[in-house]
């Protein structure tokens, strides 16, 4: 099986952006995680860009180059952006939303996923153990969907 991890706008800080929400794990220490757990359970590509319309490629190729489904944290872009949920519902890859910090407990503006409407589901809270959890449902949902 093969999963794309696509990290939106200032997740490339982690480490320094507010470790009191994101913690203190570098960016780098989040993809060699990711790509260590992927060992033996499936392929993965990460990906990160701060720009939307990246996002979307990203999002884009995931179709093109037959990954079987999608891990997404899109950062601020959550609140923001229909472009991403309509590149998530045109792919129609089973797409697992992903957040390191607890965004109900947030900020109002944070309480608001557009992109949500096109997941199976939502991991938020875990820190970047969430982006494990998020993987775990996502090939769990694949290997049902395929029987």
Known sequence: ????????????????????????????????????????????????SNHEGDLVDYIQGAYFDNYDGIVINPGAYTHTSIALLDAVKSVQKPTVEVHISDVSSREDFRQISYIRAACISTV????????????????????????
């Open 1 to 48: 099986m093969k999963i794309l991890v696509i990290n939106g706008p200032n997740l490339n800080m982690l480490g320094i952006r507010e470790p009191e929400h994101y913690g203190r794990e570098t960016y780098s220490d989040l993809e060699n995680k990711i790509k260590k757990y992927c060992e033996g359970k499936c392929e993965v590509a990460l990906k990160q």
């Open 124 to 147: 938020s809270g875990k820190g970047t153990d969430g982006y494990l959890l998020a993987i775990d449902h996502l090939l769990n949902h694949i290997q049902e969907d395929s029987k």
